[in-house]
């Protein structure tokens, strides 16, 4: 399963905190300052991301497509699936959503394409 985006799903923060409890998700706030952009990776959950702030895009790997995303954009990173975000000038503000609690080390854990996907 590919990546979601979904275009202009929020105008407000009440919106997306009533999209997390809708989702039954844990929420945590995660700042991405000016980069060139990680190597393509996978996550082992499941990842709604919020874009409260900024603008970058998104590699969807299956498709080898890259979406655009600012400000009042929610995505949808399935757990496994091969992605990477693009570029960032200044930085992107998102609100992750998350099926249970993490530490940061564990929700923010890059896994390589060639490692063996253990969800």
Not at 60 to 80: L, N
């Amino acid at each position: 399963m590919s990546l979601q985006f979904h275009k202009g799903f929020f105008t407000n923060k009440e919106q997306v905190l009533a999209d997390i409890i809708k989702n039954n998700t844990w929420p945590t706030t995660f700042v991405s300052g000016a980069t060139e952009g990680p190597p393509t990776h996978w996550h082992k959950d499941e990842v709604h991301a919020y874009i409260m702030e900024g603008e970058t895009d998104f590699l969807d790997a299956e498709t080898d497509k890259r979406t655009v995303v600012s400000a009042g954009d929610k995505i949808v990173v399935p757990a496994g699936e091969l992605h990477a975000e693009g570029a960032i000038k200044d930085r992107v503000v998102y609100i992750l959503a998350l099926p249970e609690p993490r530490l940061p080390e564990e929700f923010l854990a890059m896994n390589q394409p060639d490692e063996v996907i253990s969800i």
